[in-house]
């Protein structure tokens, strides 16, 4: 079992809809969460960060953490065309990973069709 | 505001040539930094981590080396390029123990 589970996608969505971006965990220590968003050829970029269970707004982004099933999402709202990107999920046992570093998800490439 | 710079942004280097990737941080001081490659299909995957000037953790054993010579300053290096070091090196920063990674704009190697 892979320590991080993650739709590769693609994902496509008609321009305004809501994105519900998913990922599966086995590994119960983790504590922190965290998902990027990454262009093509560049660096992920930081979207969400999160401590332990419960919900988390920004914007028109919505993250989720659920301990219990071992499942995180995130929900993007009002979804634009700049949204289309490659998103991933991270965990960490400690903030900034630490010695262990954080614990990707290989990415769901999401495509929002205007 | 902090900021991460990576050099170059691409590379073409052959087997057997020396590497150097160089990764600087801005508007901060004592940040942890990481070296992370992403392979396609296969995630990332952390290389080397630092806490501090001349501290530096490998996790996982390969071709490649890693030194941080200042505070905010790490670098990537290898003595002789393998074919399988081709790939998307990513450098990242996090700040005190409560603060995320963040990751500079990469650069993509290929080796030929």
């Known amino acids: 079992q892979k320590e991080v589970e993650q739709d590769p996608g693609p994902l496509s969505v008609p321009e305004g809809a809501i994105v519900s971006l998913n990922c599966t965990y086995s590994?119960?220590?983790?504590?922190?969460f965290m998902w990027y968003r990454q262009y093509s050829r560049k660096g992920p970029e930081l979207l969400m960060y999160?401590?332990?269970?419960g919900n988390k707004e920004d914007g028109r982004f919505t993250a989720q953490v659920d301990k219990s099933s071992k499942y995180i999402s995130l929900f993007i709202r009002d979804s634009q065309p700049s949204d289309s990107a490659t998103y991933l999920c991270?965990?960490?046992?400690?903030?900034?990973?630490?010695?262990?570093?954080?614990?990707f998800g290989k990415g769901t490439h999401l495509i929002i069709q205007p | 505001s902090q900021t991460i710079h990576q050099w170059p942004a691409t590379l073409v280097q052959p087997v057997g040539s020396p590497l150097s990737l160089e990764c600087t941080v801005e508007g901060t001081s004592n940040p942890n930094l990481y070296w992370y490659r992403q392979a396609a299909g296969r995630g990332l995957q952390l290389l080397f981590y630092?806490?501090?000037?001349?501290?530096i953790s490998s996790e996982v054993p390969q071709n490649l080396s890693a030194s941080r010579p200042q505070d905010r300053q790490f670098i990537l290096s290898s003595k002789k390029l393998l074919l399988s070091d081709s790939g998307f090196y990513l450098c990242?920063?996090?700040?005190?123990?409560?603060?995320?990674?963040?990751f500079g704009n990469g650069t993509r190697l290929t080796v030929t």
């Open positions: 991270a965990m960490a046992l400690r903030s900034g990973g630490g010695a262990d570093g954080l614990t």
């Open positions: 999160t401590y332990s269970s």
């Open positions: 590994n119960s220590a983790f504590q922190y």
């Open positions: 990242a920063w996090s700040g005190d123990r409560n603060s995320p990674l963040h």
């Open positions: 630092s806490v501090g000037i001349g501290q």
